[in-house]
């Protein structure tokens, strides 16, 4: 007999040996327990990323909700801002004698180049953090132009690379929006982007009226610091799209109480530059592209819808405010007459900038109105807003050229005017806002086989497609303004109001 004691010290492959010899059925038992615990490894990998990815409280939904809906509005925020600073400082940047409407064109064109150029002509994949990465320096170095060289060209220059770079910002944060789901949580970047973008008119507007007093050099100067915000915020704030792919939502984000389509099986796609960025291996990459008879197909049901309706908006918006507003002037009010007016206007130079912070005001608030919880336009409904403006601007053109209340009124007329540009700006927003969400609402046009990359890039391209038309709407507006404003304060000066001549 064997010595029990000496029973446990038997080396232990000696008992794999008799344990495989004497069942038949280990007799790969060696390979089997390796292929086992490997299957463990995978498993508890797959757990703990599973782990990673789905918020198991309601603290950690709404955390990943706070931080999502922070980037996108820092998004919105930082890439329109400096467009504001640079129309704010236009009086500064150029001499005199030159014509201000060429830095209202150079700060227009070259974002719709970028708007056209890259939905349409580039294929493939997007790459969302090189194409940050890029837009930042772009941002960078044309506000450093602008600030460093006294030349007119070469802040032109600036202005030019500084627009391009806001326009392709505008464009790529709009796509990265669809990159999230179920869609309750894409509209809602869409609502945090556009509140920051109408955010970027208060704050730029605020932001050079303190700085405008250090000279452009250093004002311009300090401002080019800003867009490193964007990819600040991008890499350290800004969650993974999966995410959300399983989480547990609060109520008020349910699909249904925002007119989204109802929540459908998603495959979520990496949207990062490099594989294991995020602790997951990629799938290999693909050659897929959209061709353009792709884009045509995809782009034809979205004019009339979503494409007119923006351009006819922003075109009767800056019409407004670049022809008609700055000859919407009265009489400098006194206390006796007008005790609060004269508190607010100290001479006909500060109607135009109250104009200008009643419309950014305004239109922040109504580009806030998703993120505010209230339900977005039905999609019939969305021609509204420029039928509205429409209304607005032959209301001012007539008050501006003939008198409303006639000459001695002048307390109807501005309650009168504040109102439409007040109601101007709200429509603006709405139609800002309430355009991209419900392009970023509509369900996807999967092609043959249910290929997820390419419903990825439909999606991406869709609601790329769509930003010219606003850039387009403003680039026909500063061509039409400019004799609106001629014509307008002739007609005033035949009827004798010469304060519009005075300016």
Known sequence: MLNPRHSPQRPTHELELDDTTNNPWSATSPQTNQDDTMLLDEDEMDSEEEALLRPQTSVDSRRLLFKLGSSFFLFGLINNVLYVVILSAALDLVPPSTPKGIIAFCNIFPALVAKVGWPYI????????????????????????????????????????????????????????????????????????????????????????????????????????LPLVIPLSYYLVLPQPLAFSNMALPPAYEDESIGAPTTAPYTPLSTNDDPGLDGHVEEPK???????????????PLLSVYMLPLFLVYTLEYTINQGIAPTLVYPVPTPENHWFLSHIIHSIRDYYPLWQ??????????????????????????????????????????ESAVGIFGDGSEGLSFALVFFLISLE???????????????????????????????????????????????????????????????????QAARGKMICKAL
């Not at 790529?172 to 955010?199: C, E, K």
Request: aromatic content about 8%; some cysteine.
């Open 425 to 491: 700006g709200i429509c603006g927003g709405l139609a800002y806002v309430n355009v991209f969400f419900r392009i970023n609402q509509e369900e996807n046009t999967v092609s043959a086989g249910g290929d997820p990359e390419r419903a990825k890039q439909e999606r991406e391209f869709k609601i790329g497609s769509i930003g010219f038309a606003d850039s387009m709407g403003i680039l026909l507006a500063s061509i039409i303004a400019v004799p609106t404003e001629v014509q307008l304060c002739n007609a």
């Open 286 to 300: 693909r050659s897929i592209a959209l061709s353009a008879r792709d884009k045509w197909s995809l782009v034809k």
């Open 122 to 225: 580039l294929k493939g994949r997007i790459r969302y953090g090189r194409r940050i990465i890029g837009n930042c320096i772009l941002s960078v170095l044309g506000m450093l132009v602008v600030a460093m060289f006294n030349s007119l060209y070469m802040r032109l220059l600036g202005i030019g690379l500084a627009s391009f770079s806001s326009g392709l910002g505008e464009l790529t944060f709009l796509q990265l929006s669809t990159t999230y789901h179920p869609p309750s949580v894409a509209g809602d970047s869409v609502g945090y982007f556009a509140a920051g973008t109408g955010a970027a008119g208060l704050v730029g507007a605020s932001l050079w009226w303190m700085l405008r007093n250090l000279g452009v050099q250093v004002g311009v100067g300090l401002s080019s610091v």
């Open 357 to 398: 912070l009643v419309y950014q005001t305004t239109v922040f608030f109504s580009r806030s109105s998703i993120t505010l919880g209230i339900p977005p336009l039905p999609r019939r409904l969305l021609p509204l807003p420029a039928i509205i403006q429409a209304v607005i601007l032959t209301i001012l053109m007539y």
